[in-house]
């Protein structure tokens, strides 16, 4: 296989990285996205395959089909254990599978740098003992570096999304301790001073430094964040990834991994800012780590006041009797694996003759689109999700805003100076007629805030599992 052809069928991959970029962009063309984006992986794959056996063969190796064996395995491995990740993972536990895969995207990364700063030959990049070029230095060493920080950074996340772990660092509520974002800034000058000194005289113990402190920087930016912005670290993170494979890219002069880490860090970085905007954040605090520090001192007592409360039966005549739903899902409904029992609910209001919607905030869930994904699991026609600022017009006119187990999203709190969340864009459920909120208990939500919709005399309390609850609302709608 020629240079052309690789770097051709490198470019193809490209393309299609792109037009799965461009198709994940909306439900109904998602699909089509990811066909795009296995196509271009599996082209990319088999052209590494044939790549290295081209390599080998040139630098004379008795058989050169014999490391190929282990990248076969590889491979096989590796695809198989991500195929039965993705079948085998619950909706619940997808965003801690996201996270786990940026950890894996890191490591990657830094094993990849590492191999090549000890035998850079093996990558063409410099002759058998020949000094590495003082530019690649400095792309292996920022590759490292992004690549460490991706991977501790994920690996924390993963503990703090998954929630089941007594260890300290992994449990929701932030971890702050005084001088903390001072250290953070000694700690990155002195990842840059040790990259300058690897830049310089090319000393394995520089480029140990950098990727040691990445590793350490990477703990320490994502412990103060609270569960509450865990959607804005996994876009982040998702933006690391990627800028930690394009730096490696440059190294390994791969147009493929340039052009599908730059598309993964430019699309994650711009998904960060619009996460940002939707929970009133800083965008540059995000990437410092500096946020979500304040979530568990805003506590309330706000649980021992008296609220309306009602039953399933209650729910389904107020639902009955309504000419037009807006259905606002949360956390809570993936917990509880509500979806298709909500889609349920949906189809025999409809056939009433009742107009329902489904209000989606950007960051309702654990992650990024998480109740997209979740309503489409149980094929819930896209033309009635909505977006947050395509909804909110409707609020004032809708008869019922059923909220399944949403809570900072909807809580008016974003309104009034002062507050935690002060400035957040919220669903207006407040606006509508009648509000029916189905939780478990009155516990706070992630940002730890009293929610004053569900004190309202037009809100109306249904405590219970999710799935429960809407599964008796259905069997009591005639």
Same mark, same amino acid.
């Given at each position: 296989?020629?240079?052309?052809?690789?770097?051709?069928?490198?470019?193809?991959?490209?393309?299609?990285?792109?037009?799965?970029?461009?198709?994940?962009?909306?439900?109904?063309?998602?699909?089509?996205?990811?066909?795009?984006?296995?196509?271009?992986?599996?082209?990319?794959? !088999?052209?590494?395959?044939?790549?290295?056996?081209?390599? /080998?063969?040139?630098?004379?190796?008795?058989?050169?089909?014999? +490391?190929?064996?282990?990248?076969?395995?590889?491979?096989?491995?590796?695809?198989?254990?991500?195929?039965?990740?993705?079948?085998?993972?619950?909706?619940?536990?997808?965003? &801690?599978?996201?996270?786990?895969?940026?950890?894996?995207? +890191?490591?990657?990364?830094?094993?990849?740098?590492?191999?090549? %700063? %000890?035998?850079?030959?093996?990558?063409?990049?410099?002759?058998?003992?020949?000094?590495?070029?003082?530019?690649?230095?400095?792309?292996?060493?920022?590759?490292?570096?992004? @690549?460490?920080?991706?991977?501790?950074?994920?690996?924390?996340?993963? @503990?703090?999304?998954?929630?089941?772990?007594?260890?300290?660092?992994?449990?929701? /509520?932030?971890?702050?301790?005084?001088?903390?974002?001072?250290?953070?800034?000694?700690?990155?000058?002195?990842?840059?001073?040790?990259?300058?000194?690897?830049?310089?005289?090319?000393?394995?113990?520089?480029?140990?430094?950098?990727?040691?402190?990445?590793?350490?920087? @990477?703990?320490?930016?994502?412990?103060?964040? +609270?569960?509450?912005?865990?959607?804005?670290?996994?876009? *982040?993170?998702?933006?690391?990834?990627?800028?930690?494979?394009?730096?490696?890219?440059?190294?390994?002069?791969?147009?493929?991994?340039?052009?599908? +880490?730059?598309?993964?860090?430019?699309?994650?970085?711009?998904?960060?800012?619009?996460?940002?905007?939707? *929970?009133?954040?800083?965008?540059?605090?995000?990437?410092?780590?500096?946020?979500?520090?304040?979530?568990?001192?805003?506590?309330?007592?706000?649980?021992?006041?008296?609220?309306?409360?009602?039953?399933?039966?209650?729910?389904?005549?107020?639902?009955?009797?309504?000419?037009?739903?807006?259905?606002?899902?949360?956390?809570?409904?993936?917990?509880?694996?509500?979806?298709?029992?909500?889609?349920?609910?949906?189809?025999?209001?409809?056939?009433?003759?009742?107009?329902?919607?489904?209000?989606?905030?950007?960051?309702?869930?654990? *992650?990024?689109?998480?109740?997209?994904?979740?309503?489409?699991?149980?094929?819930?026609?896209?033309?009635?999700?909505? #977006? =947050?600022?395509?909804?909110? $017009?409707?609020? @004032?006119?809708?008869?019922?805003?059923?909220?399944?187990?949403?809570?900072?999203?909807?809580?008016?709190?974003?309104?009034?100076?002062?507050?935690?969340?002060?400035?957040?864009?919220? !669903?207006?459920?407040?606006?509508?007629?009648?509000?029916?909120?189905?939780?478990?208990?009155?516990?706070?939500?992630?940002?730890?805030?009293?929610?004053?919709?569900?004190?309202?005399?037009?809100?109306?309390?249904?405590? $219970?599992?999710?799935?429960?609850?809407? &599964?008796? =609302?259905?069997?009591?709608? #005639?």
């Amino acid at each position: 296989m020629s240079m052309n052809l690789v770097v051709l069928l490198y470019l193809v991959a490209s393309v299609c990285f792109i037009q799965a970029l461009k198709g994940l962009s909306h439900p109904t063309t998602s699909i089509r996205g990811n066909v795009f984006g296995m196509l271009g992986m599996a082209i990319a794959a !088999l052209t590494t395959v044939a790549l290295i056996v081209k390599l /080998a063969s040139q630098q004379g190796l008795a058989n050169p089909y014999f +490391g190929l064996s282990y990248v076969l395995a590889g491979l096989v491995l590796g695809g198989g254990l991500g195929a039965y990740m993705a079948k085998k993972v619950e909706m619940t536990k997808m965003p &801690e599978l996201v996270a786990f895969m940026h950890s894996m995207i +890191g490591l990657a990364a830094v094993c990849i740098a590492i191999v090549a %700063v %000890v035998e850079p030959w093996a990558f063409q990049i410099t002759t058998h003992g020949g000094p590495i070029p003082g530019g690649n230095r400095v792309e292996l060493a920022l590759g490292a570096f992004i @690549g460490a920080v991706t991977f501790s950074g994920s690996v924390i996340a993963y @503990g703090k999304l998954s929630g089941g772990y007594k260890f300290r660092l992994f449990q929701g /509520a932030p971890v702050q301790f005084p001088l903390q974002h001072p250290l953070n800034l000694v700690l990155g000058l002195a990842a840059l001073f040790f990259c300058f000194g690897f830049w310089h005289s090319q000393s394995l113990m520089d480029f140990a430094l950098v990727t040691a402190l990445g590793l350490l920087l @990477g703990v320490l930016l994502i412990i103060p964040i +609270g569960g509450a912005d865990m959607p804005v670290v996994v876009s *982040m993170l998702n933006s690391y990834s990627g800028w930690a494979a394009a730096g490696i890219g440059f190294s390994l002069n791969n147009s493929m991994l340039i052009i599908a +880490g730059s598309l993964v860090g430019s699309s994650g970085a711009i998904l960060s800012y619009i996460m940002c905007k939707a *929970m009133n954040r800083s965008f540059f605090n995000v990437i410092l780590g500096g946020f979500g520090g304040d979530a568990a001192a805003a506590q309330t007592a706000g649980a021992q006041r008296s609220v309306k409360s009602g039953s399933a039966d209650d729910a389904a005549f107020i639902l009955g009797n309504a000419d037009s739903v807006i259905i606002v899902p949360g956390y809570g409904l993936a917990v509880a694996r509500a979806q298709h029992a909500v889609k349920e609910l949906a189809l025999k209001l409809s056939a009433k003759g009742v107009t329902v919607k489904y209000a989606i905030h950007p960051v309702a869930g654990r *992650m990024p689109g998480h109740m997209n994904v979740l309503l489409a699991e149980a094929e819930v026609p896209y033309d009635q999700v909505h #977006e =947050m600022e395509n909804i909110n $017009g409707e609020f @004032g006119q809708a008869d019922v805003a059923i909220v399944l187990g949403a809570n900072d999203v909807v809580n008016p709190a974003a309104l009034q100076k002062g507050s935690a969340i002060y400035g957040m864009p919220i !669903l207006e459920a407040y606006k509508a007629r009648t509000i029916i909120v189905n939780k478990r208990s009155m516990a706070a939500g992630y940002a730890g805030l009293d929610n004053e919709l569900f004190y309202m005399d037009k809100t109306m309390m249904v405590f $219970g599992d999710a799935k429960k609850v809407v &599964e008796d =609302m259905v069997k009591a709608i #005639e």
